[in-house]
């Protein structure tokens, strides 16, 4: 796990830094003209580097992060409505299933083609809920209202830490309604 997360780490502080580094803040190819789009950033990246190269892996790149990311949400929402909803594992069964995992965000897409940006702002709440102030909740839970004390559990600062993860949680959420 360590090993696989630090890799993904230091490829995207990598693409972080590369683009911040080629990128201006304002003027045609600047931030201010990207506003948050994928299209726009690689246009922006391409008109900069003026290398034919570079602008097909930057291409490849977005398109193959899209498509993987897309791959790992669909199977998971897919399995999870058919979960939910008590599909059965025949044709018929995932024929239902999938249509309820992919018309719903096809028909927001043709009637707001803006709102996959906006999703993905909405989702972060979620991601972050579930990733950082559940485990922290869950952890306080276990450790200090039931009264299990697992021995080769160690958490330095035990409630001050759980409370700190918390409230981080809590801050992310704010900022990410604030903006």
């Known amino acids: 796990i360590i090993v696989g997360t630090s890799v993904s780490l230091l490829i995207y502080i990598m693409w972080v830094s590369i683009i911040?580094?080629?990128?201006p803040l304002s003027g045609a190819n600047g931030f201010e003209q990207i506003k948050g789009s994928v299209g726009r950033l690689t246009i922006a990246i391409t008109n900069i580097?003026?290398?034919?190269?570079?602008?097909?892996?930057?291409?490849?790149?977005s398109n193959i992060a899209m498509?993987?990311?897309?791959?790992?949400v669909s199977l998971g929402l897919f399995d999870f409505i058919a979960d939910g909803f008590k599909r059965s594992d025949t044709r018929w069964g995932r024929l239902?299933?999938?249509?309820?995992?992919?018309?719903?965000?096809l028909i927001f897409v043709?009637?707001?083609?803006?709102?996959?940006?906006?999703?993905?702002?909405?989702?972060?709440?979620?991601?972050?809920?579930?990733?950082?102030?559940?485990?922290a909740l869950m952890v306080y839970k276990l450790r200090y209202t039931n009264g299990i004390r697992n021995q080769s559990i160690n958490i330095y600062f035990g409630k001050?830490?759980?409370?700190g993860v918390a409230i981080i949680g809590i801050?992310?959420?704010?900022?990410?309604i604030l903006l």
Do not use: D
């Open 160 to 163: 001050r830490l759980l409370l």
């Open 67 to 72: 498509t993987t990311s897309f791959l790992g």
């Open 96 to 105: 239902q299933t999938a249509c309820l995992t992919f018309i719903p965000p």
């Open 20 to 23: 911040l580094n080629i990128i």
């Open 49 to 61: 580097v003026n290398n034919k190269w570079v602008s097909i892996g930057i291409n490849g790149f």
């Open 171 to 176: 801050l992310f959420i704010m900022l990410q």
């Open 110 to 135: 043709l009637y707001f083609p803006q709102g996959f940006i906006l999703a993905l702002s909405y989702a972060a709440v979620f991601v972050i809920i579930l990733e950082i102030i559940l485990p």
